[in-house]
């Protein structure tokens, strides 16, 4: 009884360090927030299914097919899976070991000086040469039989918390697996969103440039009209015809784009392109309000900073992995073993072996490799330490950076409204100044180029702002915390 007290009390003990995260003192505010003014203040970030603050329902469901289809995030749950299944071998080390066997034996002897062999039909002889002499050997060979069964167990005692180590080092990769696992979920809905988005801002480019297409084929045949009543040169004619086929191949060209981000979506719902269509996607005028918080939120919403931090606790606990293997290992032993003639009589106490015991084994010279071990393990764990701290400040940075994109692209995006307002009204006026001929035609095509331009610009900064806001909300963890990690 005392004995199993001391066992269970050395068991107890863990040797290496215990884990304790890093502290980060992050500021208090997001710097490039203080003078960023939401659109929209009524609107709340989900958290969990982020993208429907964006109240489209095509989103909504192709953002619910990556989460199902995308093989990037499958692979990511295979490798959560592995990652549980080694906690699992891990844990086993905490039990013994116990085997069980079963064999029978057929041995033949034989006089002369050589070897009887037995025969499916019966005893033959041979001639079997022994120390350089022939000898003739006679039949009647003996044969013996050995039956054995038995029972064997061994258990290593987790004295100096090795097994104990190795456990809290796998439950921690594991977390680190599944904080992966959000991040290529995360990764892949954003990407989703963007690539969404860019193909609205496409659709609604080839929509602007069909327009423009019908307006300058009205401009030539006002002046091909004035040219044969003879109010305008040829050459009026032939710069609306040029101005008419260099918009026309903007609009072929659109089409690129547009059919390779349609491409790009098919793959990351995980369907073959030839296999997806996205019919037009309407162009949102307004960008939603994506509630920042503060920076020290970033350290519970991010998964790529959980993985980060995850792996920093499982690096630390090889550590003590490492020097448990100063210690002696001890093992406790036993078996229980019947061997007999016959199977009939085979359990009894005469044929009855055991055994039971411990051991110990200690290392008693290595060379330096244990202490070289134990190096190698406080130099991960500072590495690991290090790429937590990366981490965070690039996170930090990510949110900055689509803040002030925001903020200044809102700004922008005001300025783009007027000057396509301004640019549309100097345009009709351009081309009724053309018709009383009063202005060149050259007049009219500057016009609507400039038109033309003001509107592509302001398309570009609403794609980009609705872009950065899908940015930013990935950068905030999207709907993730920390505390959806599975528990260890």
Known sequence: MLGAASIAVLASCAV?????????????????????KPSEPADALDRGAWWTIFNDVALDRLEEKVNVSNQNIIAAAAAYDQAKALVDQARAGWWPTVDASASLIRTASGGGGGTTLATATGTGTATVPT????????????????????????????????????????????????????????????????????????????????????????SLKITQSRYHYGVAAKADVVSAEAQ???????????RIQRTL????????????????????????????????GIPSELLERRPDVAEAERKMAAANAQIGVAKAAYFPNLTLSGSDQYSGGAWSHLI?????????????????????????????????????????????????????????????????????????????????????????????????????????????TALTV???????????????????????????
Not at 244 to 254: D, E, G, K, T, V
């Open 348 to 456: 009894n106490l005469p044929n009855r072996t055991w055994s039971l015991g411990p051991s110990l084994a200690e290392t008693l010279f290595d060379a330096g490799a244990h202490r070289a071990q134990v190096r190698q393990a406080r130099a991960a764990y500072d590495a690991n330490v290090a790429s937590y701290r990366q981490t965070v400040l690039a996170d930090l940075q990510q949110v900055e950076d689509q803040i002030a994109t925001l903020r200044i692209l809102e700004q922008q995006a005001g300025v783009e409204d007027a000057a396509v307002k301004v640019a549309r009204e100097a345009e009709g006026l351009t081309l009724n100044q053309y018709k009383a001929g009063t202005v060149p035609y050259s007049s009219v095509i500057t016009a609507q180029t400039t038109r033309l331009s003001a509107e592509e």
């Open 261 to 292: 981000l349609e491409h790009a979506i098919a793959v990351l719902i995980g369907a073959q392109p030839a296999d997806f269509t996205l019919a037009p996607t309407p162009m949102r005028s307004d960008v939603p309000t994506v509630p920042v």
């Open 462 to 488: 609403l794609s980009s702002r609705l872009q950065a806001s899908v940015a930013l909300i990935e950068a905030l963890g999207g709907g993730w915390s920390v505390s959806q990690l599975p528990s260890p």
């Open 131 to 218: 120390t350089g002499v022939s000898t003739a050997i006679a039949t009647g060979a003996r044969t013996t039989t050995i039956n054995t069964v038995g029972v064997s167990a061994n258990w290593t005692v987790d004295i100096w918390g090795q097994i104990r180590r190795t456990v809290e080092s796998d439950k921690a990769s594991a977390q680190a697996s599944a904080a992966a696992l959000a991040a290529a979920r995360l990764s892949a809905q954003g990407t989703l969103a963007t690539d969404y988005f860019e193909l609205a801002a496409q659709d609604q480019l080839q929509k602007l440039l069909d327009d423009t297409v019908v307006a300058e084929q009205r």
């Open 16 to 36: 290496g360090p215990d884990y304790n995260r890093p502290a980060f003192n992050t500021t208090a505010a997001f710097k490039e927030q203080n003078d960023w």
């Open 244 to 254: 008419l086929l260099s918009s026309q191949a903007q609009q072929i060209n659109a």
